[in-house]
């Protein structure tokens, strides 16, 4: 009788431990999506291109902090300035949070980033939306004294 005593007691000792273990990852996990939710939102550069010394042109994109399959992507361009590249505009491409996180950053995911050394500068992009779903139609944009316009 009393080894089954040792047994029930050691296995309630278990079952505290093992809910003290959920309990302790739970609020850690709690406070881990806290502070999460509080730092900047992950972004990745998926393309960029130089036009001849003159624009820095650079396509990031940013996940949402609220979906994290959501995604946004913003066309930078940076002019060089003393030596240094400085931003001189910005704009986002498509809806913003329109895209899936994964299909951007992952193989594949620019279809087309096309420039050119000229002054208006073309500028199409062509992202993919899914793997199934293909790319998205190409969006054109023309850069003009280090601006981002609708082309």
Request: aromatic content about 6%; glycine content about 10%; hydrophobic content about 40%.
């Amino acid at each position: 009788m009393n080894t089954v005593r040792k047994r029930d007691h050691h296995r309630t000792r278990l079952g505290v431990t093992a809910a003290l273990v959920a309990l302790s990852a739970t609020v850690l996990g709690a406070a881990g999506a806290s502070a999460a939710g509080t730092a900047a939102p992950q972004s990745r550069q998926i393309a960029s291109s130089v036009l001849g010394g003159d624009y820095r042109i650079t396509l990031t994109a940013l996940r949402s902090a609220e979906d994290e399959y959501a995604a946004s992507v913003r066309l930078q361009v940076s002019t060089r300035t003393g030596g240094a590249w400085k931003e001189t505009d910005r704009v986002t491409v498509g809806d913003p949070e329109g895209w899936f996180w994964y299909p951007l950053t992952g193989k594949g995911a620019v279809c087309a980033f096309s420039t050119a050394s000229t002054e208006p500068a073309p500028l199409t992009v062509s992202l993919l939306l899914t793997p199934s779903l293909g790319c998205s139609d190409p969006a054109h944009y023309v850069v003009k004294d280090g601006r981002v316009f609708a082309g």
